[in-house]
DNA sequence: TTCAATTAAATCGCTTGCGATATAAATTAT
DNA sequence: ATAATTTATATCGCAAGCGATTTAATTGAA
């Protein structure tokens, strides 16, 4: 039996199931605004600064554009944004936040960060601690990404 | 503009990111073995303990057997478990290892666990911070989970 | 200029993940 | 014993993710 292979001493597998379950918490709230996680996801990326370009977009979320086209796509036929060509050079695409993708903003404020401070009232984590996470997180991610 | 619902706000985000970068790093490798990574997780599963229960692989992994079921039928296709009906238990579904999914633990030992190493060489955490890392993680994991 | 690279998005095919439902075998209640 | 319930898996449908390829527009080089 080789330890390294036992799943506990996984990292990975860690990451794999926080991502999950912490999605699957955040479902509830986001069904009631009609929308996924990675919609919520592009609708923070267009509320921080409206009309971008879908490869800006993939940047800010490491996704890639075989992803995030067909996820706006889907977006836009819910009516949450607009895509139109670029005038100046034709092969991009700009999207754009719909009167429906802009008034979710506020509904989002009022109900995700507290419902999901609620989903992790049990848990023992300080904020000190989540800081500490966020910056072992975002170290793993800068090393991974920057390769 | 609401803080609040700022992606770099979020540990959500971060924790989806890197469990897709890494998941991403493990790729190249596991290709090599001919394998995904929820295969692999599978895979050790049945290499810590082999012969198990649909449910047992399931609940290990905190998945449902509408994900697994479909998962270990793709792996039996490929010659790498074998599902057999419970004798005593008609509804039960026992998974074994073939062969060749036992031989790939050695494979695996053998360039796995190098390989990661290598992929966060240039990761600045340290024994003691993925040891922090794993127990927040498992923090937010036994939260959610447990609800 | 003209044709070969580059770039931005989109498309295709496949595996996951998961909510909802179905099937079928075992258990429990009446 | 028979019907109702529970349990174990499986099936279905859809949204992601992503490798690979394609399309179409722009840039660059000869």
Redesign the interface.
Known sequence: ??T????DN?????????????????TPMLNTLGIT?PQY?VL??L??KDCQLVNDIAH???LETNTVTPLLQRMEKEGLVKRTKGKEDGRQTLVTLTKKGCEL?EQ??NS??AG?AK??R????KFK??E???E??????N?????
Not at 136 to 141: G, K, N
């Open positions: 039996m080789h390294e292979l036992q799943l996984q990292i990975c597998f860690r990451l794999y199931t926080a991502a999950r379950l912490i999605t699957q918490a955040y996680y996801l923070m990326v509320w921080e800010r979320l490491l903003e989002a404020y995700i960060p999901m989903e992790l049990a848990c023992p984590l601690d989540y500490h996470l966020a072992e997180l975002d170290s793993i991610i090393t991974l990404n920057n390769k």
